[in-house]
């Protein structure tokens, strides 16, 4: 059975940056596309990022291009989102999700429990 | 970018009912359409997949259908448990939107 734990989050100010980290168990990681998803408090979900297998290909929603770099270490079982330049609307629950799928997005089959990122002004 | 739309937003059902949810896309998907289920203080879980395959563990009183823009979640006898809300989620095109969710009340 797959299990994610997401980390890193946390507080920061306006325009401070963070990283997230998403360890993940079993042997699968490395041969399953991960996605980042976010809720803020109350709402309902949304797609930040989409990354290959291989770390090779990359898809963002548009409210983070540029802002927001998702990343994997596959030696270390560990999908990352390091967020930059980040705003008041970025306040929200983070899950990092699994797809069963390598190369192309198919679904989220296994999610994290979550880690809350809250940015002052 | 593809908008899903939901509806209702917000349903009170009594258990042993009949639920239907709808999701209907601003451009043809084809099944490229899951269905997640979100407890209060839990993470989304994956009720369906390609619009109507089941997914192991899910209790076989859900069920979806549809393709192109219109689809459907129906949950037949409905139980206590499933008070939560509903999402749908396309994965035919980046960005891979949600649509606004569903609330299920169980009076």
């Known amino acids: 059975q797959v299990q994610l734990v997401e980390s890193g989050g946390g507080v920061v100010q306006s325009g401070g940056s963070l990283r997230l980290s998403c360890a993940a168990s079993?042997?699968?990681?490395?041969?399953?596309?991960m996605h980042w998803v976010r809720q803020v408090p109350g709402k309902g979900l949304e797609w930040v990022a989409f990354i290959w297998y291989d770390g090779n290909n990359k898809k963002y929603a548009d409210f983070v291009k540029g802002r927001f770099t998702i990343s994997r270490d596959n030696s270390k079982n560990t999908l990352y989102l390091q967020m930059n330049s980040l705003r008041s609307e970025d306040t929200a629950v983070y899950y990092c999700?699994?797809?069963?799928?390598?190369?192309?997005?198919?679904?989220?089959?296994?999610w994290g429990q979550g880690t809350l990122v809250t940015v002052s002004s | 970018e593809i908008v899903l739309t939901q509806s209702p937003d917000f349903q009170s059902v009594t258990p042993k009912e009949k639920v239907t949810i709808t999701c209907r896309a601003s451009?043809?998907?084809?099944?490229?359409l899951q269905w997640y289920q979100q407890k209060p203080d839990q993470s989304p879980k994956l009720l369906i997949k390609y619009a109507s395959q089941s997914i192991s563990g899910v209790p076989s009183r859900f069920s979806g259908s549809g393709s192109g823009t219109d689809f459907t979640l129906t949950i037949n006898s409905l139980e206590a448990e499933d008070a939560a809300t509903y999402y749908c989620h396309q994965s035919s095109s980046s960005p891979y939107t949600f649509g606004q969710g569903t609330k299920l009340e169980i009076k």
């Open positions: 079993g042997s699968i990681f490395s041969s399953s596309g």
């Open positions: 999700a699994k797809d069963p799928c390598s190369s192309n997005i198919c679904y989220l089959d296994h």
């Open positions: 451009q043809n998907i084809g099944r490229s």
